[in-house]
T-cell receptor, first 111, second 115 residues
Framework: GENVEQHPSTLSVQEGDSAVIKCTYSDSASNYFPWYKQELGKGPQLIIDIRSNVGEKKDQRIAVTLNKTAKHFSLHITETQPEDSAVYFC??????????FGTGTKLQVIP | KAGVTQTPRYLIKTRGQQVTLSCSPI?????VSWYQQTPGQGLQFLFEYFSETQRNKGNFPGRFSGRQFSNSRSEMNVSTLELGDSALYLC??????????????FGPGTRLTVT
């Protein structure tokens, strides 16, 4: 089955700096890569996603890149703000709605 | 449009008991997936239902089961509860009728504590 590795497990940045979270996946059949943000006491919220036919996607301060050859994908958050503090999960899916999640990155933005 | 709702939000059960959790997907969504979230194992896929049929299943024992009704609402059941079943159980809905993007939208979860 699919295996998704995520690094780092914790990340502290100063407000205004950039944050980068990296993931690798094992199944070359995976073609959908969502990123979720989970705040305390809430369910994961989809913040951006990318499909295997696209190399990069950007939405305001958030961008995701995908390298299919290396089976790597990354989340980039620029101009971080305190409200960006949360746990971020990468995920990979190859079909239907079965999604394999990474282990999560706890991001702390220091004001 | 209302989001995914899960009931109850919190539950305390004793070892050996069984429990039923409920999920109401976003109106018009046909697929419901269930996940277990624990600090040690992270987010793990339990199963997915589409049009009242289980389409996909994760690696959980048979004590974990589910079903989906004709209105797309779903329930999951855990029998003979064990201490290790303590977790946040999340439901996600997707696949709107008529097509569209297949991203999943999560509910707030049900926090199950087994004592």
């Amino acid at each position: 089955g699919e295996n998704v590795e995520q690094h780092p497990s914790t990340l502290s940045v100063q407000e205004g700096d950039s944050a980068v979270i990296k993931c690798t996946y094992s199944d070359s059949a995976s073609n959908y890569f969502p990123w979720y943000k989970q705040e305390l006491g809430k369910g994961p919220q989809l913040i951006i996603d990318i499909r295997s036919n696209v190399g990069e996607k950007k939405d305001q301060r958030i961008a995701v890149t995908l390298n299919k050859t290396a089976k790597h994908f990354s989340l980039h958050i620029t101009e971080t703000q305190p409200e960006d503090s949360a746990v971020y999960f990468c995920a990979a899916s190859g079909g239907y709605q079965k999604v394999t999640f990474g282990t999560g990155t706890k991001l702390q933005v220091i004001p | 449009k209302a989001g995914v709702t899960q009931t109850p939000r919190y539950l305390i059960k004793t070892r050996g008991q069984q429990v039923t959790l409920s999920c109401s997907p976003i109106s018009g969504h046909r697929s419901v997936s269930w996940y277990q979230q624990t600090p040690g194992q992270g987010l793990q896929f339990l199963f997915e239902y589409f049009s009242e049929t289980q389409r996909n299943k994760g690696n959980f024992p048979g004590r974990f089961s589910g079903r989906q009704f004709s209105n797309s609402r779903s329930e999951m059941n855990v029998s003979t509860l064990e201490l290790g079943d303590s977790a946040l159980y999340l439901c996600a809905s997707s696949l709107p009728v008529g097509g569209g993007r297949n991203e999943q939208y999560f509910g707030p979860g049900t926090r199950l504590t087994v004592t």
